[in-house]
């Protein structure tokens, strides 16, 4: 975002008449703007702010039935129609665990909410949309035809907040464009020793173990992965994540696809079957998801093994320019499973590249 004077809401409101069509975070952009601040500015008009209280969020939208999940970062926008069932609240944690809608959730990053309603060719689009504290959007809910609407304006008023000015304090700090699907470990000016990242990595017995690892040894998942040596972890071509799709639509093979910011992780666990490559957009436009992936923003795809009490567990994963993981992809399987062989088979004959040394 740049320095120059900030547009006043009136402002904001005729940009966003004079373009209807734009999308919001692009016009956002195009004004200098974050997201939230364009949609503070129509408060009152088409939008009320509501408070980001999570817990109470996730058990009333229990009742507004069926919905479309929206999360997003720079470089992929995951979309997922079902319902917020099998809420788990927490203050630091929670997670819905629904057949379709399955999240897991960061409250402390959530800084910002709005309920917004816009006019579309006589119908009113209803959604519910929670940004960090710089102002990008963490989380987004639409309505859908099957929604409850009552049960969404009965949430809706009890979320609402005292304070509808038409302008939100904005801080640059905690911004999810610097974050990705996990927080990273802070990365050290110090190598880390490889046999002790290799042997603590050898010892994994659970997935959500790796993170622990990487915090004690100081080290980032890039760096790890280009210091563990390539039976745990190995570089794939660029095109891996396309060439993947493909396959696994062909092979009707069910796959679990992570997109996520600092604020929110959203998980699709199923086989995909309508893949559309558009320009530099790759996209799965199947009933109940969607999934829109910047290819151009790939600079490395890692292929990553890790051991856990089931045998291992293979991974695929796509990184930006930054170094922060954009996508997450695993073969479908529930604690207590084994890896699906065809997932495993088809991730580790993925085209690889010579893998870069550690730095």
Known sequence: ?????????????????????????????????????????HCGDGVVRVEPRVNDLL?????????????????????????????????????????NIDLRIFPKV?????????????????????FDAAGEAVHK?????ASNLYAYQKLVGELESPNQESTVAISEEGSISKGGLESEAEASDASADVDDLRDRWSRLTDVHQFFGMLKTLKLDRRQ????????FAWLLDNDAVSAMFH??????????????????IQIHSGPITSIKPMGAWINVLDETFHLHLRTDHIQEVWAVRKPTKDGHV????????????????????????????????????????PSPTAA
């Open 110 to 130: 959530w800084a910002h909410g709005f309920a917004v309603e816009k006019r579309d060719c006589g119908d009113i689009r209803r959604s519910l949309q929670f």
């Open 224 to 231: 790890a992965m280009r210091m563990v040596g390539q039976d």
């Open 1 to 41: 975002m740049d320095q120059r004077v900030k547009p006043a809401p009136h402002e904001i409101r005729r940009a966003r008449a004079d373009n209807p069509k734009t999308r919001e975070r692009d016009l956002a952009a195009r004004l200098g703007i974050s997201e939230a601040e364009l949609v503070a500015a």
């Open 247 to 264: 396959h696994a639509a062909e092979g009707e093979m069910p796959i679990m696809c992570f997109v996520g910011n600092r604020g929110c």
């Open 59 to 99: 058990t009333g939208l229990e009742a507004v039935g069926e919905v479309m999940a929206l999360t997003r970062n720079e470089s992929a926008v995951h979309e997922k129609i079902g319902v917020y069932d099998k809420v788990v609240t927490g203050n630091h944690n929670a997670m819905v665990l629904g057949e």
């Open 141 to 145: 809910v639409h309505l859908r035809p």
């Open 314 to 353: 293979t991974s695929l994963e796509a990184y930006g320019a930054d170094g922060k993981m954009i996508i997450q992809f695993f073969g479908k399987r529930h604690e207590g499973e084994s890896e699906r062989e065809d997932w495993r088979f088809l991730a580790e004959n993925l085209p690889r590249i």
